[in-house]
């Protein structure tokens, strides 16, 4: 079992202790089989009349907060990747800020607040429940926002274990065979970039300004030709 524990600032006067636990927690490269998952409280501390808390999932490769929730568990998980749990107790005096999805973890901030342990965990979520999106070995996305003026934008496809499959200047990728589950991704740089190739994984994506998209999963179905024989007969 792995533990988060968590100190609150002595500010406050009590001490706040949060432990973190997996639920069930299966002995493979994925902790998680499902786009919900649960976690345990260990052994709360004593906590002050006007605090609160709140649980992170935050993307453990980019620091990015993908949900909040106030409950242990986290539902709607779209992405197939590793994520860290934190558990965040602040006294509820309106000053925290950059508590929001999208937001970067290293953002948050209040005036007495505190940020547990990561509990780091694998998530493999299943894609679309077996149902396929395409059955060609093309296709095409389309995207909902304008990329930004002056950066360069393109396009990955990954597997998803987040190794870069194909790289295009548009959301069309080809040459796809067989039954497989991807993520596509919209990367928009400018400057430098480094790790942004086939073979690399996204995840190790460098840069001195670049931003990446959501993941979008798509499950493609490439039917495989069946030649069957054919016997011709004369009708009279």
Avoid at 68 to 76: L, R
Avoid at 146 to 157: C, F, S, V, W
């Amino acid at each position: 079992m792995k533990n988060i524990y968590k100190i609150f600032p002595k500010v406050i006067v009590v001490y706040m202790i949060i432990a973190l636990s997996f639920v069930a927690k299966a002995q493979t490269s994925c902790d998680y089989n499902s786009s919900d998952i649960t976690f345990s409280i260990g052994t709360p501390g004593v906590f002050p009349n006007n605090s609160l808390t709140t649980y992170l999932l935050v993307d453990h490769a980019t620091g990015i907060i993908t949900q909040i929730s106030s409950t242990q568990g986290f539902s709607g998980i779209i992405q197939s990747k590793q994520y860290d749990i934190y558990a965040y107790s602040y006294v509820n005096d309106n000053t925290v800020t950059g508590l929001t999805p999208g937001g970067d973890l290293a953002s948050v901030s209040a005036a007495c607040g505190d940020l547990s342990k990561p509990l780091t965990v694998n998530v493999c979520v299943p894609s679309n429940s077996g149902k396929c999106d395409y059955t060609s070995s093309s296709f095409t996305l389309n995207t909902t926002t304008t990329p930004p003026t002056g950066a360069t934008t393109e396009y990955i496809l990954t597997n998803l274990s987040g190794v870069i499959l194909q790289k295009s200047a548009t959301p069309t990728f080809s040459g796809l065979t067989g039954t497989q589950s991807y993520n596509v991704y919209a990367v928009s740089y400018t400057g430098s970039i480094s790790n942004l190739s086939v073979g690399s994984n996204y995840s190790t994506i460098t840069g001195a300004c670049y931003d990446l998209s959501n993941a979008f999963p798509v499950k493609v179905c490439v039917c495989q030709p069946i030649c069957l024989g054919v016997t011709l007969t004369k009708i009279k």
